[in-house]
């Protein structure tokens, strides 16, 4: 069985300041592990994925995100936060090893950039 | 560039009336996957299909039913609406079932039953 924890439902921030949103994950085998960002009224948009190699991601926007397997996380990060990173943000996982095996959903962090 | 392409993009149905939720995607991808989106829950999977032809029930498909129409189309059906199917709905598609490239998403359809 695969899980994945977004541990706070709301991250707030001022602009320019660092942004991290936390992910925790459990998986039986290696895991894919992905961040979407949703903006109002919209549908979730790619960010960046970890599948193998580098445990540094770099993805869209100025955002990266950082693996690391002894604690099973895959914090989202962003050096300066801007007002238009405001959005929810779903962190994803699934098992490697499980070719038919479908993604797994945090429950989403609303993240909050104040002017 | 249209990617998934949902309809209707809002809905207000009566407790008990029926209605089909269309997805199509113009990526020739082989899986597609419905979706409920509640708050504090995420998203949670209805139903899926990986590929043309065959579906399955994910975690939550009391209530709906599903038709896989040809490669590009994936429908969602409310046979007797309740208050509790009150919700968003995503529907995603993917290159074939386990591919590491993650889904594309619609822009959901913002759903209230009353």
């Known amino acids: 069985a695969q899980s994945v924890a977004q541990p706070e439902d709301q991250v707030n921030v001022a602009e320019g300041n660092p942004l991290t949103v936390k992910c925790t994950y459990s998986v039986s085998g290696n895991p894919y592990l992905f961040w979407y960002v949703q903006y109002p009224n919209r549908g979730l948009q790619f960010l960046l994925k970890y599948i193998t190699g580098d445990n540094l991601v770099k993805g869209s926007y100025g955002f990266e995100a950082e693996f690391n397997k002894s604690q099973t996380s895959f914090h989202l990060k962003k050096p300066s936060a801007l007002v238009s990173d405001s959005a929810l943000y779903f962190c994803?996982?699934?098992?490697?090893?499980?070719?038919?095996?479908?993604?797994?959903f945090g429950a989403g962090t609303q993240v909050v950039v104040t002017p | 560039n249209a990617g998934v392409t949902q309809t209707p993009k809002f809905q207000v149905l009566k407790t008990g009336q029926s209605m089909t939720l269309q997805c199509a995607q113009d990526m020739n991808h082989n899986s597609m996957y419905w979706y409920r989106q509640d708050p504090g829950m995420g998203l949670r999977l209805i139903y899926y299909?990986?590929?043309?032809?065959?579906?399955d029930k994910g975690e939550v498909p009391n209530g709906y039913n599903v038709s896989r129409l040809n490669k590009r189309e994936f429908s969602l059906r409310l046979e007797s609406a309740a208050p509790s199917q009150t919700s968003v709905y995503f529907c995603a598609s993917s290159e074939y079932e386990g591919a590491n490239y993650g889904y594309t998403f619609g822009s959901g359809t913002r759903l209230t039953v009353v």
């Open positions: 994803a996982v699934r098992d490697i090893g499980d070719s038919w095996g479908k993604f797994q």
């Open positions: 299909s990986a590929s043309e032809g065959t579906t």
